[in-house]
């Protein structure tokens, strides 16, 4: 229940760290917080308790088309995946509770914001471990209008209407609850941020056969010499994974331009000895973001588009970006004699090891003993600047959450002419994966302080300590309980414990006296519910709505 009318309290929230001024306060990981709740009562009014929140919420939709049926619905889903509340001191409510009219009482606060969520997040089966880990990863403010900006200029951060990721300090006051268990709010206030994660370059992707719809590093085609004449050679194009484009902290200076480079490596294997390589013509860059959302839990990290084609819980958005458009008929082409034979490898082997060498593998239609050509193109790659006129593209780094996801790509088209003709053969066409990452903050605090760091490592050395155990066979009545003989001759009385003698069950922290940090068992605040998954589903002839919960 929320107050409303002219004695309602003013409440506001205001910035103390510098940010106060700016359009959208912009934060990374680690970053700090800090400001202060002030509240006006208008007239005399009781206060009971003051929630101020940071939270991170996810909201995704799936528009639902029927082919046999004439409507339409949808599947809609809404995670409060990050809530932080900060604990407000006694000292500072108004004496007996009672607010004075016209007197102003302010709260202060400060929120770390976290580079990791805590498991409780992520609470349905990913396929494994890596998954449930990456997806405990923040992900950044996305699709929201209000907080996509650059400077005081509205920028566009690729993502659809039916993805929304966004951030928000929240403050509300409340008198109690009433007859019906809810909270009786008498004012309630929320001030956006944009959030964007330090995210470190991952590993490249390993690129199989089965991914060649989305990813292409490698492509043979045969060159004729003319419209109805006979075949020139094979042209192999290939290339790797280039190293990701490094954003630089939110409220860092601006400074050089985002770039990055790629190589391409060219082949020709003539069909005579007296074949020359084709003439290069110009080589096309463009820039591919795509956003994967779902109504339900991805289990795995997206990578295939048809995956997310014709489907009722699924999504895909893609938007793509001309980089750069450049002559490269001026490369030189470097004749090879006979290499050396060798036994011909799958195509995961070579991806990996042969693409990190200047020489291509040979084509398919190779003969051994002919000779050859190879070239190499360096090609810059640098992201649009941002401007807010001409080009208002937002980039956020690449990451995967239980909702959502934001990949890149990069697509190559190169074209070539045969020799003494003037026929143009289309386009070769590379598709390459590449990831945008974020560096931290410089200026950050670590996560724990020096001193939960001392405690955690005294605690540490306490438990590796060699410690004098029982290697006596165990009780027959052990033996003659479980059935069977135990493989170690460890004492039954004790905990499964490791070669150090550590217990390898979990034992979570409960309290800051036990080692100094802070507890690990999440604290929900009375009356608000801790983070999960409400998925609604309702169609146009279904005017109630079923709730789902995703365990």
């Not at 101020?52 to 639902?64: D, L, R």
């Not at 492509?219 to 006979?230: A, L, P, R």
């Not at 009375?526 to 609604?536: M, Q």
Request: neutral net charge; glycine residues 6%.
């Amino acid at each position: 229940m929320v107050y409303r009318g002219k004695n309602k309290p003013l409440l506001d929230i205001r910035l103390t760290d510098g940010q106060n001024e700016a359009f959208i306060p912009s934060y990374t990981s680690l970053d700090q917080i800090q400001g202060n709740v002030s509240l006006t009562a208008q007239v005399d009014t009781t206060i009971k308790q003051v929630y101020i929140t940071f939270e991170g919420i996810v909201k995704t939709y799936v528009e639902k088309i029927a082919s046999s049926s004439p409507t339409n619905g949808r599947t809609e889903a809404f995670q409060t995946f990050l809530r932080l509340m900060q604990p407000v001191e006694d000292a500072a409510f108004p004496p007996s509770g009672m607010a004075e009219a016209g007197k102003t009482y302010t709260f202060p606060f400060t929120f770390a914001v976290p580079d990791k969520l805590l498991p409780q997040a992520c609470e349905h089966s990913p396929d494994n471990d890596v998954v449930h880990q990456t997806h405990l990863t923040p992900p950044p403010t996305l699709g929201d209008p209000m907080t996509a900006v650059w400077g005081k200029s509205m920028m566009d951060d690729m993502a659809p209407d039916m993805a929304v990721v966004s951030y928000a300090i929240r403050a509300r006051i409340s008198t109690g609850r009433g007859s019906d268990g809810k909270h009786r709010i008498l004012a309630d206030a929320t001030k956006k941020v944009r959030f964007i994660p330090a995210i470190p370059e991952h590993p490249p992707l390993v690129v199989s056969s089965d991914k060649e719809d989305d990813y292409r590093l490698r492509k043979e085609k045969n060159i004729k010499k003319g419209t109805f004449q006979g075949r020139l050679g094979t042209l192999v194009m290939e290339s790797a994974q280039p190293q990701s484009f490094r954003l630089p902290p939110p409220r860092s200076e601006r400074g050089c331009s985002i770039t990055t480079m790629a190589t391409i490596k060219l082949r020709f294997d003539p069909a005579c000895v007296h074949a020359e390589p084709p003439r290069l013509g110009s080589l096309t860059t463009k820039l591919k973001a795509a956003t994967f959302f779902a109504s339900t839990p991805m289990q795995d990290i997206p990578n295939r588009s048809s995956d997310f084609h014709y489907s009722s819980t699924k999504g895909l958005y893609v938007e793509t970006l001309p980089l750069s458009s450049r002559c490269v008929a001026s490369v030189q082409w470097h004749k090879h004699g006979s290499p050396p034979s060798s036994p011909r490898r799958n195509s995961v082997e070579s991806t990996i090891s042969d693409l990190d060498s200047n020489i291509p593998e040979p084509s398919s239609t190779y003969k051994e003993g002919r000779p050859f050509y190879t070239a190499r193109i360096l090609v810059p790659l640098t992201l649009p600047e941002k401007d807010g006129s001409n080009n208002n593209k937002l980039f956020v780094p690449t990451f995967h959450s239980c909702l959502l996801s934001r990949i890149y790509a990069l697509d190559f088209y190169l074209s070539c002419q045969t020799p003494g003709t003037s026929v143009t053969d289309p386009n070769m066409h590379l598709k390459l994966p590449i990831q945008v990452s974020a560096e931290p903050n410089p200026h950050a605090r670590p996560s724990i302080s020096e001193g939960e760091a001392q405690a955690i490592a005294r605690r540490e050395a306490a438990e590796f300590q060699w410690n004098p155990r029982s290697v006596a066979p165990p009780r027959p009545s052990y033996a003659e309980a479980t059935g069977s003989t135990p493989q170690s001759p460890v004492s039954p009385e004790s905990h499964p414990t490791d070669r150090f003698g550590q217990c390898r069950e979990y034992s979570g922290l409960t309290s800051v006296d036990e080692v100094g940090a802070f507890t690990s068992r999440p604290r929900t605040p009375e009356g608000l519910p801790p983070p999960d998954y409400s998925v609604h589903t309702t169609g146009r002839l279904n005017v109630s709505s079923s709730v789902r919960r995703f365990s």
